[in-house]
């Protein structure tokens, strides 16, 4: 039997079976699309497979199926003012249990968005409280940057919002590159910050200043460092459950943040006991922890752009192939991300003896596993290449077009 997907992973969307594109000399070629016609199930048919009939029309006339938790869910809702702020502040929800988990996931990204955006707003108005104050130039440093990289929020919620957009004709795998294109403006504030810090690190070494109560401001910045860690454990956690490389940078870009904040704390309790250079000291020696950590971002941000993927996901895809009844062998497993999704184009071989039909059957079979069985799949082409003793090679005509790949 079939898994369910776990419900920590919200990205996991088996989706629907709704078209088929075929070829009688070569294979069975079998992706989803919405809106496309082909030979097949169709959505309806396949969440009747699990699901049982769906439920009477509503009154807006459009179909709801009962229990459809893991499968799509598209129909047209309006996008007037009211309801993009809705959208943005919460899930998308229906009075029945039925969600598409790739919008799911959508949600979860936005709400995590503007969750840590209100707590790191909380964060900065207090530690702007403190320096009002104290008059202590540090924390209202720290506030100002604090307040400044907050606004890192706004970027990647447009960008999870425009990733909600249907493919067009232009756009033809949709708009979720959007995610990842505000990774790379998260990794540029991460790399102001870093600069700053070292050049507050260095100023600090050079000339170094008194503070006034420093009690006061070693209150902030703690109140900084908490705040900004604990947004970051959140985005952080978020980002890896739907699988989106965007929100996981804005995470550690939240911890450099605290980082700093702690650097403030730290300068105080130096200059309260007399010892300046320590202050900058362990200034830059935060500053140092931030790099490394700016590094780590800018390499996750930048194998997703090159569409890089775990290798072990590789072999799963593989795994769940072979074992699915049919298939005598993998030919090429090609997977990508695009935002927090997975797309795949894969090739398979089965009997050369058995019909299009049959052939067609394998594949629909291995897609539904891939469904349950990879996390955040969403999409996938399979071909099927005949296999077997005297089987005709198809593919020689083209294979010259691609001399560094194995075509069958």
Known sequence: ?????????????PGALSSVD????????????????????????????????????????????????????????????????RSLLRAHSHATPATDRAMEATAEGIRAVFVSLGALAVTAA??????????????????????ADAL????????????????????????GRAEDLAGTAVIGFMAASTAVAAYEGIDRLLHPSPVHGTAWVAVAGLVGFAGNELVALYRIRVGRCIGSAALQADGLHARTDGLTS???????????????????????????????????????????????????????????LRSS???AGVDAVRIRWVGHELLADIEVESDSSLSLVDAH???TEAY?????????????????????????????????HFPRRRVR
């Open 262 to 320: 702690l650097a403030v704390v730290i300068g105080a309790i130096a200059l309260a006991a007399g010892a300046p250079a320590a202050d900058a000291a362990v200034a830059l020696a935060i500053t140092a922890v931030i790099t490394v950590l700016l590094w780590g971002a800018a390499r996750q941000v930048y194998r997703r752009l090159m569409d890089s993927v775990d290798p072990e996901l590789v072999d799963e895809v593989e795994r769940v």
């Open 22 to 85: 075929t070829s009688p000399t070569i294979g069975s070629v079998i992706r989803r699309g919405p809106g496309r016609a082909g030979v097949g199930p169709t959505p309806d048919e396949h969440e009747q497979e699990h699901h049982g009939a769906p439920s009477p029309p509503a009154a807006d006339g459009h179909v709801h199926e009962d229990g459809q938790d893991d499968h799509d869910h598209r129909h047209a809702h309006s996008y007037g003012p009211r309801e993009v702020l």
């Open 361 to 363: 059957g394998i594949a």
């Open 152 to 175: 890192t929020a706004v970027p990647l919620a447009l960008a999870l919002r425009i990733g909600r957009r249907p493919p067009t004709r232009r756009y033809t795998y949709g708009f």
């Open 368 to 400: 539904h596993r891939l469904l349950h069985e990879v996390p955040r799949l969403t999409d996938a082409v399979i071909h099927t290449n005949p296999s077997g003793e005297g089987e005709t090679r198809y593919h020689d005509s083209v294979s010259h």
């Open 126 to 147: 207090v530690e702007l409280a403190v320096s009002l104050l104290t008059g202590s130039v540090a924390v209202l440093a720290d506030t100002v940057h604090n307040f």
């Open 325 to 327: 009844p049919g298939i």
């Open 1 to 13: 039997m079939l898994g369910r997907p776990s419900p920590c992973r919200p990205g996991d969307d």
